[in-house]
């Protein structure tokens, strides 16, 4: 950013006009080109990331089926033994559990029934 900042000052020191007398105002795109290139790298490196996370999480919970293990966000090691619309069944040791969708974080293991 440094490197950005000092090149866009030595431009306009040494823009024609700029010396004594002139004065050559500094064009719009060299203005506001470091907040355009501080919005592109925020967009590359924060939000952009967390919206594939957020896909692959939503097809993760589509693809959840009868006999998945999974990891829900209470640390509950379990076995799918339904699937609702918005809930499933679970069950870990002697425990059935029915929890919503949204709590599971990862599959484990993947059934092999169809």
């Given at each position: 950013?440094?490197?950005?900042?000092h090149?866009?000052?030595f431009?306009?020191?040494?823009?024609?006009?700029?010396g004594?007398?002139?004065?050559?105002?500094?064009?719009?795109?060299?203005?506001y080109?470091p907040m355009?290139?501080l919005?592109?790298?925020m967009?590359?490196m924060l939000?952009r990331p967390q919206?594939?996370?957020?896909k692959?999480?939503r097809?993760?919970?589509?693809?959840l089926k009868r006999?998945?293990?999974v990891?829900t966000s209470g640390?509950?090691?379990?076995?799918?033994?339904?699937v609702s619309?918005?809930?499933i069944?679970?069950?870990?040791?002697?425990?059935?559990?029915e929890?919503?969708k949204?709590?599971v974080?990862?599959v484990?293991?993947?059934s092999s029934?169809?």
């Amino acid at each position: 950013m440094f490197i950005i900042a000092h090149s866009l000052l030595f431009a306009q020191a040494t823009a024609p006009g700029s010396g004594p007398g002139g004065s050559a105002q500094p064009s719009m795109l060299m203005t506001y080109a470091p907040m355009i290139l501080l919005f592109v790298m925020m967009y590359f490196m924060l939000i952009r990331p967390q919206q594939q996370k957020a896909k692959s999480q939503r097809e993760m919970l589509k693809t959840l089926k009868r006999g998945d293990r999974v990891l829900t966000s209470g640390g509950i090691l379990a076995t799918i033994v339904s699937v609702s619309e918005q809930s499933i069944t679970i069950r870990s040791a002697d425990t059935k559990l029915e929890v919503q969708k949204s709590a599971v974080t990862e599959v484990l293991e993947r059934s092999s029934e169809a």
